[in-house]
């Protein structure tokens, strides 16, 4: 897919709790078709120190308002800065980057399960809606750390079945993802995940033990993102390969974990 | 219209702009952001006898104005360049130019030997200061005697233009640029990046599997630029300045400095576009001060 150097212009910033905010964009010419499960680089605006531009996952793409979304938790002086961002601010953005999930192109029973951690659950939206729209029907298992840090429910809800966990148990089942009632005596035939690396760690267990195709997106500090300075690689069967050009989506099957 | 062509050796530049090795693939992860063809040289990644898979991950760590890698020479080796690789960039038209480097002197001379082979493969550069392998690399950019030895040697298969890339980890930057100079380079490309280091002050760890990693970006300019105006005044023959260049102003400054070409590196990662900006702002530069080449500046720094 052709990549594009564009700049992007904040039409909302929604923040949905202390430290995870949702930066909506759009340009003045048709958005890039994009593919869930792919990123963008976006440049740091004004900052002396944020020197890199951040990767950052497509949240979901709304084509009827050519808006792309981002879902963006506060970790440091770069998200700190865009946090800030106010509608009308340009944002420089490098887009599509990366393979998104795959997705069956013919398929009479299809059933999977999107398993997304934190902030990690930023591609699983975009994914679901995707899924939805070719008439397949996404079911959801988002965990977090509390009820105030579950992200996105609304939205998820209004895709299909949402279940979710809090390591305090203040909303869902308590504990984490993998522990979750749905995962006993699942049918489902593939998982996507995204999250925090023992979260997806564990669930690619699971979905190996239990013979499910799965798909993990992973998050590894990046620099160029586009496969040229190869710095964010990941130990595969054929290799470190790039996570910015070969993922950072990938079949676990392709993945050295010890699982 | 300036003109802006210049020659290394026997390489023929239509403009100073080159990329730095590691920091722009092939050419070809680029292609959608700039014309390649604009660009006065590629050079690409790091390439050995053998395959290596570089350093464990985490390889890279963000410091102020600038950035910490430490890839270790990650490549499928130069069988594997010349069979899958070169035919897809033989035919840009720019210069291609491969980035050598080895653990020994024997694997320099071998995998320089093959590339001596191919036709659309006009130069190459001598990686003598990687600072991220354990074997090599910058071992030999840091002594004169061994600078001049793998430089001779490879002199003596390599036909066609010889650049050579020293190492700024170094305390007399002259001293091994004449050596290289006396071992037979056309050229010498310089710097390379600065060994430092970042910590983790919560984890208490080091934030690169390999503790110390090279330092790149804008942070290294001053240093560059002093390295490149030293290494200048005590050669004859063209230098190459690199090392935090981010924009066409900072490429000035090499050529004022001494440098005869400029790379561009880790800009790259910022900009996938910048290399045909500098391009331009090199020529509207020249324009705005009336000269009509690129060679009227080159030292033209004023120290009085």
Known sequence: MKKFILDLVVVENEFINGSHFILKMTHNKPLPLMQPGQFVEIQIPHSTTSFLRRPISIHYVDTSKNQVWFLLQIKGEGTQLLSQSKVGDILNCILPLG????????????????????????????LGAELKKIGIQPVFLLGARDQDSVLQLNRFNKLGTTYVTTEDGSFGEK??????????????DMIYTCGPKAMMVAVASYAKKNRINCEVSLENHMACGVGACLCCVEPTKEGNLCVCKEGPVFNIEKLSWQI | MANLEINIGELKLKNPVMTASGTFGYGLEFSDFVNLERIGG?????????????????RMAETPSGMLNAVGLQNKGVIHFVNEIYPTIKDINTNMIVNVSGSTIPEYIQTAEIINELTKIPAIELNISCPNVKHGGMAFGVLPEMAYSVVHEVRKVYKKTLIVKLSPN??????????????????????????????????????????????????????????????????????????????????????LAGASAIQVGTANFIDPAITGKIVDGLDDYLDRHNFTSIHDIIGLLNCD
């Open chain 2, 42 to 58: 590629i050079i690409v990644k790091g390439t050995t006898i053998h395959k290596r898979e570089g350093n464990d991950y985490p």
């Open chain 1, 99 to 126: 393979n998104g999930f795959s997705v069956p192109a013919q398929f009479k029973r299809f059933s999977p399960l999107l398993v997304g951690g934190g902030v990690g659950t930023a591609p699983l939206l975009f």
């Open chain 1, 175 to 188: 504990g984490y993802v993998i522990n979750h009632s749905v995962l006993i005596d699942s049918t489902f």
């Open chain 2, 170 to 255: 170094v305390t007399d930057i002259a001293s091994i640029a004449r050596s290289v100079q006396d071992a037979g380079a056309d050229s010498i490309s310089l710097i390379n990046t600065l060994l430092g280091m970042a910590i983790d002050a919560e984890s208490r760890k080091p934030l690169l599997s390999t503790v110390t990693g090279g330092l790149s970006g804008a942070a290294v300019k001053p240093i560059a630029l002093r390295m490149v105006w030293q290494v200048a005044q005590a050669v004859d023959i063209p230098v190459i300045g690199l090392g935090g260049i981010m924009n066409w102003r900072d490429a000035v400054e090499f050529i």
